[in-house]
């Protein structure tokens, strides 16, 4: 018999006998999807199916049930996508049921052997050996390629320690991929020269399907720091199978664009701890950008929280990746945000850096206030 | 300037002051992300930045606001990927917002030249002129190649027009892809040689990020009589740049599978009509899966008309698509399936077919009985 992974899910059921039933039937409907009278006897059925491993009530406050269900290696057959599939294939399609998080075996862990940097990596490469770092993007589109370029240099001037492409910016004509790509990764390369700074450009590889790969090595051959996709946009395997190449050897940093449906309602889709954390150590993402509480968006404090639980909690050889909450910070959070993330976080500042007519120094003057309230300890 | 297309929104507020509020905050959410008030002047300001070009009460029963706003196709840069990062990007991390549909222009329908077959062109490859085709599935995972394909051979000896993988088979060592693919083929064919029709094998190419585009071509040569992927776990520009490829040329079906979280709420994510119905045009899908009203998922009579009038509805050299309701369909659902459908529709009939000691003449009853109900013209 293959080992077995289980998923654990929320559903709102008011009783237990309802709780029981719609469990089963998701054992079901994520393996086997036929009525289970008709479930062939023996490999199909003792091995394949799925099985309820455990039910209980969740707690008061959120009411409902948690149900671990466990599934075979088998099903997976070495396929990252069809793993997702099992997850939550049609399931998905249900209200009332949410994927709260994964418990590993040690065939996934083979198939996905994770974040190739992880945060210690990207500390290593940005030579940040301790607090925060800090992330901030080239924008909007629109500009040109020397406008975007400038804007990179002032930022790596200024220490920022990434300088990621807007999730917007791809192959417009007014600043082509190649184009810019070769010009931002000069501009950092010529401000850490003058600073000592190790501050690294992060484009956005997010693209045709028939060009991803080809754009992500054309950064790595360009000299690039990082690279940034969108997993919701490109699909989900394109990071891990970039992550597992030896070849390629950048770190990744996922983008949650086209994402919101599968996390923003609290009854349906995916717990944030597994979405932005679970799932993004599997497909290999060194760090990942999501909406701060209290910014732009409605993610709650404890939601975040979750979150930089789900990114760094011990799941084994999987690295702990780095959290970058981003969307509508200002200076003013971010002694409140330290105090949730502490050290283990990627500051991503964007618009309010671009409102100051001094980029460098506001840059400067924003790692110095964040090393100011960095914790003693990294 | 560049054309302009534009995406309506539903947006919760309670006034008009705050859904153009709102709607202003989408207008620059989705393209210049940055404040309004530091967006450079002149090109950026008048060419990309979103432009709200109406704003009305929804329906009084909803409730709520309907924005339009207009995007650049300059801000697409001929990149399909882009053009759903300006539709909802990060705004899809944003509650009481949800895309309703889209408004094409010309430079789009250049960039999707969408479906190659369309629901005519299914229609001409299986032979049936007029009245609704079937669909099944084989399965569970699990079943040996020859099971499968002795499954797929009984299918086609009951005339079932279509005959696809189960959205779980993969390439799991219980039935290696190219081995499936060549003895369901085999099979169909064996089939077709005996009853005269023009049955088709659909394997799921659904797999990963480096080997999609292998196995679609081996589909093809190997005589499959379409594809199937899923565009939520692959991304969503595979299937466009195979239907845009003209060296491929196969139907290509889309399976809802891990994609449930953007529809299910109906104050967020997209529109019944525009996922499964414009978006699937626009990726060149040729038949859509979804879940039937009253079968084990939760889709309304209402909402699955709307999904026939978005495969339908005109969008000029777009071609109309078939809707492929499946999901705990049984032959007592037909006559008021045939209600909201008509002729105009694939019914994807799975596990009640599989129940059968008899499946090839389950089948052809079920074909004798869609036939009896189909309405008079096509």
Chains 1, 2 share one sequence.
Not at 323 to 343: C, S
Request: proline share 6%; charged share 20%.
């Amino acid at each position: 018999m293959a080992s077995r992974f289980s998923v654990s899910y929320w559903l709102d059921a008011t009783g237990e006998k309802e709780a029981r039933a719609r469990a089963l039937d998701i054992a079901v409907e994520q393996t086997v999807e036929i009525p289970r009278e008709i479930v062939p006897r023996g490999y199909v059925e003792d091995e394949i199916l799925g099985r309820l491993e455990n039910l209980k009530s969740a707690d008061a406050e959120r009411g409902g049930f948690l149900a671990e269900i466990s599934y075979s290696e088998d099903d997976v057959g070495g396929d990252f996508l069809q793993l997702l599939n099992i997850v939550f294939g049609n399931s998905s399609i249900k209200t009332g049921t949410r994927v709260e998080s994964l418990q590993l075996s040690d065939g996934l862990r083979k198939l996905c052997p994770g974040p190739r940097f992880g945060a210690a990596g990207l500390r290593a490469r940005t030579e940040v050996n301790s607090g925060p770092l800090i992330m901030s993007a080239i924008k909007p589109v629109g500009l040109s390629t020397s406008e975007l370029a400038d804007l990179t240099h002032r930022f790596a001037l200024g220490g920022t320690h990434l300088i990621k492409d807007d999730h917007g910016l791809v192959d417009q004509p007014t600043s082509p991929y190649p184009e810019r790509l070769k010009a931002c990764v000069e501009a950092v390369a010529e401000a850490n020269a003058s600073t000592g700074f190790q501050c690294a450009y992060v484009p956005n590889i997010t693209g045709p399907a028939s060009q991803i790969f080809e754009r992500a090595f054309l950064a790595k051959e360009a000299g690039a720091g990082a690279v940034m996709l969108a997993p919701s946009l490109v699909g989900f395997d394109v990071s891990r199978t970039l992550a597992a190449d030896p070849g390629f050897c950048l770190p990744i940093i996922s983008h949650p664009t086209f994402a919101g449906a599968n996390v923003i309602t609290p009854t349906t889709g995916f717990s944030h701890r597994f979405y932005f954390g679970t799932l993004q150590r599997l497909m290999g993402v060194d760090a990942v950008v999501f909406p701060n509480f209290g910014g732009r968006f409605g993610f709650s404090r404890e939601e975040c929280l979750s979150i930089l639980h789900g990114c760094t909690e011990d799941l084994g050889e999987l690295k702990p990746i780095f959290p970058a909450p981003g969307g509508g910070m200002t200076f003013e959070r971010i002694a409140d945000m330290q105090q949730v993330y502490g050290n283990h976080v990627i500051y991503l500042i964007g618009g309010a850096l671009l409102r100051e007519s001094d980029l460098a120094s506001a840059c400067r003057a924003l790692r110095a206030r964040i090393a100011d309230l960095s914790l003693p300890a990294n």
